[in-house]
């Protein structure tokens, strides 16, 4: 272990992952962060996933523990914030990874109210809430990085107006807190993902449009600019595990693209 994080306590709210050929973005973000030595308060709505990503950190002699809660209620925050504190004293990192879309999500005149409604409460306000919970904590302390996993889809695309609107949101959220923040010493950055080749992202697709996997892949590797090719969970978590890290002491209040390229065509 090169210990980038090493001796920090890190919460990872979407910790599991859905089901599918390949890991998720918080499971690898928590795999990452124990491997450079943090401990990782792994935090899922889905408890068995939790306990699944918790026993892979075992397995490499890394420390973490799971934790059920659903974030898009304010109950749910306030015990991860609670459960980790309690558990060791302090909180470093806080990443706010949940994010859901789909399900009557779609373009501004067809998505549904419902759908909006249950999109911006779990992707925006549990992070916002999760955040308010644990500011106190790291002001107290002087310090602590908070890493918002937001999307390209924030900036552009016209198909699924709520996981839009609501990932803008978290961008908003991330220079808001880290403006409010920055004299306390506490950092706040967005990691945004574009095309990744993930779980929820491939079978998530394909099953809701009904097409396979493979074509699924082949479809958003066509739109990568860089080497044609989707980046992976490990991408979102190297990215992640900088802004955790203090050698990015100096670095809050970004939006990270971590895209190959995407954000940059233009056309
Ligand atoms: P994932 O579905 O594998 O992981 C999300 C986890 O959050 C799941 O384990 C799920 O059980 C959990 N969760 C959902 N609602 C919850 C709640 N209310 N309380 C607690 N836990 C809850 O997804 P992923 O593909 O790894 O994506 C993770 C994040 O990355 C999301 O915020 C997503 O919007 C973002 N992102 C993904 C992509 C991509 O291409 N995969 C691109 C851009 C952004």
Redesign the pocket.
């Given at each position: 272990m090169s210990g980038r994080l090493q001796g920090k306590i890190a919460i990872i709210?979407?910790?599991?992952?859905?089901a599918?050929e390949t890991?998720?973005?918080?499971?690898?973000m928590a795999v990452l962060f124990a491997r450079h030595g943090a401990q990782v308060l792994c935090?899922?709505?889905?408890l068995a996933?939790?306990v699944e990503t918790v026993a892979m950190i075992a397995e490499e002699g890394g420390s973490a523990a799971p934790f059920q809660?659903?974030?898009?209620?304010d109950a749910?925050c306030a015990a991860v914030i609670a459960e980790a504190k309690s558990r060791w004293g302090r909180i470093d990192i806080l990443v706010?990874?949940?994010?859901?879309?789909g399900g009557g999500d779609g373009p501004a005149h067809r998505a549904a109210e419902q759908a909006f409604d249950r999109i911006l409460n779990?992707?925006l306000k549990?992070a916002w809430m999760t955040i308010k919970h644990v500011i106190p904590i790291m002001r107290e302390q002087g310090g602590g990085s908070i890493i918002n996993?937001?999307?390209?889809?924030s900036l552009s695309g016209s198909n699924q107006v709520a996981?839009e609107v609501s990932?803008a949101g978290m961008n908003r959220l991330t220079t808001s807190v880290a403006n409010a923040n920055a004299s306390h010493g506490v950092r706040c950055n967005a990691v945004?993902?574009?095309?990744?080749?993930?779980?929820?992202?491939i079978s998530?697709i394909a099953a809701g449009i009904g097409s396979t996997t493979s074509a699924v892949r082949e479809a958003r590797n066509a739109r990568v600019p860089l080497r044609g090719k989707?980046?992976t969970?490990w991408d979102?978590a190297h990215a992640a595990l900088f802004l955790a890290s203090d050698e990015a002491n100096f670095i809050t209040g970004v939006l990270l693209p971590v895209d190959g390229g995407m954000a940059a065509r233009v056309g």
């Open positions: 709210a979407g910790a599991g992952q859905s599918g890991i998720g973005n918080g499971r690898a935090v899922d709505r889905d996933s939790a809660a659903d974030v898009s209620r749910g706010n990874n949940v994010g859901i879309g779990v992707n549990s996993i937001s999307s390209l889809a996981y990932k945004l993902p574009g095309l990744m080749d993930t779980p929820m992202a998530g989707m980046g969970a979102t």
